[in-house]
């Protein structure tokens, strides 16, 4: 009899295991596929500019203008993304990232000309603030605390593999099949249309609205059969104090009990931006010519291996160590190799003025390209996917929803002035003296990290804002 009871509990155990594991592959997927479509738009627009400007005759004003209003559409829709999420849910809220990004895709596949194909910009980039946005939250939300930072990180890996996927689209069509390279866009947007509607809404948010039973059964789904009753407890303790507060509003996002928090997502979400990462993507093919890289085709097939795959590859590394390592470490590690390759960047551009840069290759050239490797592996483990991991961990449940869409608009606004103003600055004090400028700011975060970003490795949600209320500085947190 006592044998048999053993067996019934390990294979009840058993099961249960089973059903986490099943529950956290579905809430990655959505996560992953939610990153795809945003990497996916990043990269595509590359590849399609030339067909683009070759099929309706346009400069490169035109141009500007179709490639950076998808962030426009970005930062509105992720500013109220957060209040739409906490009054209706994470799931709705992600079906209409992919409904609108299948829908952006179409109308830029069959766009009849600029006006058109700009709308479709804007429309898939409300997909991608709403998807930018929540999916991150949701899957830190649902995440238990050991892996969740793995979990999380699993939006940039995605973002980077979209990247790729792009690029790689980008080299295997001609630039007149553009309409092909964004009709693509529609596979991920009904994978994660599909994906979201089989996943469980989040635990947080159903406790909130008191729906008690549903957040057991949706925790029941990602967490250890006998954790799940400490869990919803915990969750039930956090809400019950917040409940004494009253309702959130935008106001209690910028409380002073929310102050120190909130510096550290805007600041973050802000230096992820201006280090250099879109500017270093944006010279990628010239810095490939200077290395003797002279034909299109060469540099694009460049452009794929060295930005596209070594962005995937280097990700994992966030992926693999950032619950083992931790947060700050690898941000500090991937600032430093930031900080190297953006000097040398610089001083290649310097002594590059003074030669013809299709003139071959040189040492300069090959060195400056070698940088540009270094640095988006160093940015691909640090700034960008632990940079979201913090963002949609710090935040008190009450009032997350909201802080994460200001600090994901935050971050689209920052990306669109560095868009918008970076050519401007180039021509304005040069190439060299832009790239140093670009260092001097890795140096700038690497300052704020150390003094405010405090290090959240292994704690759970509930557990960082127990250390927020304590006070005290970031330091103590490591004690």
């Known amino acids: 009899m006592a044998t048999a009871a053993r067996t019934r509990r390990s294979a009840s155990k058993g099961k249960g295991s089973s059903r986490v594991m099943k529950g956290l592959l579905v809430v990655a997927l959505v996560t992953f596929v939610a990153g795809l479509l945003f990497g996916y738009d990043q990269g595509v627009i590359a590849g399609a500019l030339a067909g ?3 099929d309706f005759r346009v400069g490169d004003v035109a141009k500007q203008i179709i490639t ?13 993304a957060g209040t739409l ?3 209706f849910g994470r799931k709705p809220i992600l079906i209409t990232a992919g409904i609108l990004f299948s829908g952006g895709a179409l109308i830029q596949g069959f766009a009849p000309g600029v006006p058109v194909l700009t709308a479709g910009r804007v429309v898939t980039g409300f997909g991608i603030g709403f998807a930018s946005t929540i999916a991150p939250l949701y899957a830190a ?6 892996i969740r930072g793995r979990i999380v990180s699993t939006y940039q890996l995605a973002i980077t593999v979209g990247i790729f996927l792009a690029y790689l689209v980008s080299d295997l069509l001609e630039p007149g099949r553009w309409r092909e390279m964004f009709l693509i866009g529609l596979v991920p947007g009904i994978v994660l249309i599909t994906g979201v509607v089989f996943a469980p809404e989040s635990a947080r948010w159903l406790a909130k609205v008191g729906r008690k039973r549903k957040a057991r059964q949706s925790l029941a789904t990602v967490t250890r059969p006998a954790e799940v009753k400490s869990s919803l407890d915990d969750l039930e303790h956090e809400l019950a104090h917040e409940k004494k507060e009253g309702d959130s509003t935008w106001g209690d996002v910028f409380k002073p009990s929310v102050r120190k928090a909130l510096i550290v997502g805007l600041g973050l979400s802000f230096f992820q931006q201006v280090t250099g990462i879109n500017a270093i993507i944006y010279y990628a093919n010239t810095i490939f010519e200077s290395a003797g890289l002279t034909s299109t085709k060469a540099q694009t097939t460049a452009t794929l291996y060295c930005v596209g795959l070594t962005n995937v590859l280097a990700t994992f590394v966030a992926v693999a160590y950032v619950d083992r390592f931790g947060r700050k470490p690898l941000l500090f590690l991937g600032l430093v190799g930031m900080f190297v390759s953006l000097c040398a960047v610089g001083l290649g551009f310097a002594i590059e003025s003074t030669k013809d840069v299709g003139s071959g290759a040189s040492i300069v050239g090959i060195i400056t390209m070698v940088a540009l490797v270094i640095f988006i592996a160093s940015f691909a483990f640090s700034l960008g996917p632990v940079v979201w991991t913090i963002i949609s961990e710090i935040f008190p449940n009450r009032i997350r929803g909201r802080a994460v869409s200001l600090a994901t608009a935050a971050n689209w606004g920052a990306a669109f002035l560095v868009t918008e103003f970076f050519l401007s600055i180039v021509n304005g004090i ?11 700011m890795c140096v700038l975060a690497y300052i704020f990290i150390w003094r405010y970003v ?5 704690r759970s949600l509930e557990e960082i804002q127990a250390q927020w209320a304590k006070g005290g500085s970031t330091k103590s947190w490591e004690e």
């Open 141 to 146: 939300e649902m995440a238990p605390s050991e």
């Open 85 to 87: 999420a906490d009054r």
């Open 454 to 458: 405090p290090e959240t490795k292994g």
């Open 68 to 80: 950076s209003w998808v962030t426009l559409g970005a930062l509105f829709s992720a500013l109220v």
């Open 430 to 440: 040069g190439e060299s003296a832009t790239f140093f400028i670009l260092a001097a």
């Open 52 to 54: 683009i400007g070759k």
